[in-house]
């Protein structure tokens, strides 16, 4: 086996059946499933569960409200502006959320806000690199690759597990 050699393995959630493909190199994609079902890969991969254990583990930590953040391997393959872009992304601070013109001016291209918009929809890892923390510029819940219901409950899901200021004891 070559670096490239993908395999898949399917993680569930409460959003539905996750498909999770991996390089030698780390997790490539993580797809929500379309219409309540998990979309096979389409070119023949292998199942390979001990390959992607530790992501698997990592997204039912998180959904499980036991962990916020995700620290396994990554492959995203992308351009060199769609990587700014995801980087960004992973700055928007737990339970907050940021629209793709305030998103473009914070990398300093303040007329990129469609092209912010585009790097943001072809983000090959959601949840990991939320990108369901980006709304409309009004604050309304925007196109989102798991569908709306699966934004608003990840966004929930976020602020209800906030980590909370120690108790000050007087």
């Not at 993680?11 to 997790?27: E, F, K, N």
């Not at 991969?45 to 409200?65: T, V």
């Not at 819940?141 to 934004?151: E, I, S, V």
Request: overall charge positive.
């Amino acid at each position: 086996m070559h670096d490239d050699d993908l395999v898949y393995d399917i993680a569930p959630s409460p959003i539905g059946p996750l498909l999770l493909v991996a390089s030698r190199r780390g997790v490539r994609r993580i797809e929500f499933p379309r219409n309540g079902r998990v979309r096979m890969p389409d070119y023949g991969l292998p199942q390979d569960a001990a390959r992607l254990a530790d992501a698997a583990e990592q997204l039912r930590a998180y959904f499980a409200g036991e962990r916020m953040t995700f620290d396994f391997a990554r492959d995203a393959e992308g351009t060199a502006f769609q990587h700014e872009v995801w980087n960004a992304l992973c700055e928007i601070p737990l339970g907050g959320t940021t629209s793709y013109g305030e998103l473009a001016r914070r990398l300093g291209r303040p007329n990129a806000s469609r092209a912010v918009g585009a790097a943001n929809g072809a983000n090959p890892l959601p949840i990991v690199v939320p990108c369901h923390r980006v709304i409309g510029s009004d604050g309304s819940l925007t196109g989102f690759g798991g569908g709306l219901p699966a934004k608003r409950w990840l966004l929930d899901h976020e602020r209800r597990h906030l980590p909370r200021p120690p108790l000050q004891l007087m």
